[in-house]
């Protein structure tokens, strides 16, 4: 569910474990015994986390593009018993985040919109303008708007399942006050991304979702990936499930809140295209080298306040496996979904899970990046 800040995990992750296609994805086959051993030992943990006949995920690790590690386990529905495999489309949760952030970027690069320019110019009908003055669209892009998510408070639960981004941004404009002065302090917000979904239609004067599928998707060669646009897609991915006394429940569009407000969590996608999603950022395929650069380096803010410095860019999380790589990563959960998209740029390493049901993410990364550790690979 997104209702939880997905990414307050994320700051635990400094704590726990510091290691934290117009372009094809051209990917050899050919493994070296080393990798050989390493992709026995990843399966040999996904093994013990899924069993087969019950929801499970799908694995990817590439070290260049060379597919070191990819493989799917369990179902993908319950019903049909549809074996989930690499190509199967799961519900991304929050990396969907960075989706809409790279969106926003490519239009502040082509000069549609300043990244400085404040809310009220997009919202005018915010009840207090002063707060819509003072919070920026960089504020939402790095979780620093300091805006309240009172959605809980105004909104019910019934109404939530099928509220879209514009009826889920709609209670933030009611807000009176902030938590904190814009820039001061990290608070995760799964509103602001509705509301910079919105943006992106105020100024493109389409739907937010065919903005991502023309100028991300196609480009990156992501050829099955979905948006949702007010229903679930419902054929052709996979249903997500919980357990409850003792048996799988499904939970995702229809009984989970939130589900309809795609520019929080709405993309649809496989540990395969999200590999094509990566290789077109590392080849500046659809925004320009200096602006992915930007959106991966930490954000700092003259008022910043919190005691834990920053630790976001644009629409990613930033850490450090050691003294000489960077770690860029963002984690996911909606319903019964669950999914972490883990880069390592400067060694060419990509790690993707994507589940349908849910998993302790970081303890898995963890372990994950241990292996990756032992066989050298991050040093």
Not at 132 to 159: C, M, Q, Y
Not at 234 to 240: E, I, M, N, R, Y
């Amino acid at each position: 569910m997104v209702r939880q800040p997905d990414f307050y995990i994320l700051a635990t992750l400094r704590g726990i474990f510091l290691i934290s296609f117009t372009v094809p994805l051209f990917l050899t086959s050919c493994i070296k015994a080393p990798e050989r051993k390493l992709a026995q030992h990843i399966d040999s943990l996904f093994t013990q986390e899924f069993k087969e006949n019950e929801p499970g995920g799908a694995v990817l690790i590439i070290k260049g593009e060379k597919v070191v590690f990819s493989k799917g386990y369990g179902l993908a529905d319950l019903n049909t018993k549809e074996k989930i495999t690499t190509q199967t489309l799961f519900n991304t949760g929050s990396i969907s985040k960075t989706f809409v952030a790279n969106a926003i970027m490519q239009l502040a690069d082509e000069g549609k919109l300043s990244l400085m320019a404040s809310l009220s110019k997009y919202f005018p009908d915010f009840k207090n303008q002063s707060i819509a003055n003072k919070v920026k669209i960089h504020h939402l892009l790095t979780h620093t708007s300091g805006l309240p998510d009172n959605r809980w408070k105004l909104l019910s639960e019934e109404f939530l399942l099928t509220a879209k981004d514009e009826e889920n941004f709609a209670p933030i404009k009611q807000n009176d006050t902030l938590l904190f002065e814009p820039g001061s302090q990290f608070e995760y917000s799964n509103p602001a991304f509705n509301g910079l979904a919105l943006i992106i239609e105020k100024i493109e004067g389409r739907k937010w979702q065919s903005v991502i599928v023309e100028k991300i998707f196609k480009p990156s060669g992501m050829t099955t990936s979905l948006i949702t646009d007010g229903s679930f897609p419902d054929k052709g991915v996979s249903h997500a499930y919980v357990i409850k006394d003792g048996r799988w429940n499904e939970l995702d569009y229809g009984e989970e809140p939130t589900f309809a407000a795609a520019g929080n969590g709405g993309i649809w996608s496989s540990v395969d295209e999200l590999a094509k999603y990566e290789i077109a950022l590392r080849k500046a395929v659809f925004l320009n080298k200096e602006t992915i650069e930007r959106s991966r380096t930490i954000t700092t803010y003259e008022n910043w306040k919190s005691d834990e410095p920053p630790f976001i860019g644009v629409g990613w999380f930033l850490s450090q496996p050691s003294d000489s790589v960077k770690m860029i990563s963002h984690t996911g959960s909606q319903g019964g979904f669950s999914s972490d998209f883990v880069s390592i740029p400067e060694k060419e390493i990509v790690y993707i899970l994507l589940c349908n049901k849910p998993v302790q993410i970081l303890p898995l990364r963890k372990k994950v990046l241990a292996s990756l550790m032992k066989s050298n690979w991050l040093d």
